[in-house]
């Protein structure tokens, strides 16, 4: 009986091995997105595509999102580096936007009390406008916005966005003084989005992913591309090829709690990685038509560092911030 029972224990063993080994190694239990934007935005959109992704690749147990919108992003980011210390579970949407929003409010919580986890992508701006505009080409309205620079007004994210520098940049480019750039800023992308199709606002800039719908079904026509050379499947032309050396783009990457431990930040950061390896995450990517750029750990760390001097220096030459 004893011997039997040694034989029943040591195959039970066995078994509950073999189970174990079966089961997903979830690198990350229950993942919590801080979105520092309005829900559909490119941070929200962001984070639950990435989430997805993460559940995808078994990275993740599950997702949970928050947004918390304002002052560019920085005050999602004060929320999430006060009630996640420590949390390897936690991952907060970042990019050029809160990276200007840093450098114009100043707050007291910066990208230095988190922690740097990876760079994803750059989402290059379009300049659209609705289908009933008057404007058919570029040029049609850059020779409007030339003749008459406050006849045009220009909707898109908060001020000081990458939206708002990128049209102050090509006004000044074309010798148009800053002051006349009628650029009117919104909290939210449905809000503007509404303004351009009712007609009150005459052109729209921001990303193609939170614009895609209203391109495909021919509600907006896309004049131009911010992008250094064209993007397959946008039918427009970069600004470059008009003569105007402007880019216009925002990066988007994931930041993690405050006071990881190096084997914690290794964890994040390969969940974060076997997501984008995803075929779900890839195929946002292309939908969304983002051009993929991972950098991760310090190096992406160096990368914001280096992002504070430029936006810095562009929110000054267009006349956002004092030297």
């Known amino acids: ?137 570029l040029e049609d309205l850059l020779k409007a916005f030339k003749d008459k620079p406050s006849s045009i007004t220009w909707g898109g994210g908060s001020k000081g966005s990458i939206d708002h520098i990128g049209i102050a940049d090509l006004a000044g480019k074309m010798g148009i003084p800053v002051n006349k750039v009628n650029y009117v800023a919104f909290a939210g992308g449905g809000e503007v989005v509404a303004q351009v199709l009712g007609g009150q606002i005459k052109v729209i800039t921001g990303g193609y992913a939170e614009l895609g719908q209203y391109i495909r079904n021919g509600q907006f026509r896309v004049l131009a591309i911010g992008a250094p050379e064209r993007i397959a499947g946008i039918d427009a032309p970069t600004l470059k090829e008009n003569g105007y050396d402007v880019i216009i783009g925002n990066w988007r990457g994931v930041y993690g709690a405050a006071g990881l431990t190096p084997e914690q930040r290794k964890e994040v950061t390969d969940a974060v990685l076997a997501a984008a390896a995803s075929d779900g995450w890839k195929a946002n ?17 160096k990368f914001v560092d280096e992002e504070h001097v430029r936006l810095r220096a562009m929110l000054v030459e267009v006349g956002l911030i004092a030297k």
């Open 1 to 137: 009986m004893l011997a039997l029972l040694r034989r029943s224990s040591r195959f039970m063993a066995i078994a509950v091995t073999a189970a174990a080994l079966a089961a997903p190694a979830f690198a990350l239990d229950t993942v919590k997105f801080m979105a520092p934007g309005s829900v559909g935005g490119g941070y929200d959109q962001t984070a639950r595509d990435l989430g997805k992704a993460l559940v995808e690749a078994k990275a993740a147990k599950s997702v949970t999102f928050e947004n918390k919108g304002g002052a560019g992003g920085t005050l999602g980011l004060a929320q999430f580096a006060n009630s996640t210390k420590g949390d390897p579970n936690a991952l907060l949407v970042v990019g050029a936007i809160m990276v200007a929003g840093i450098e114009q409010n100043k707050p007291q919580i910066t990208l230095k009390d988190v922690t740097p986890i990876a760079r994803l992508f750059t989402e290059y701006n379009v300049i659209a406008v609705r289908k009933e505009s008057e404007f058919k080409t």
């Open 285 to 301: 990517v292309e939908t969304n038509k983002w051009a993929p750029n991972l950098l991760t750990g310090d190096e992406f760390g």
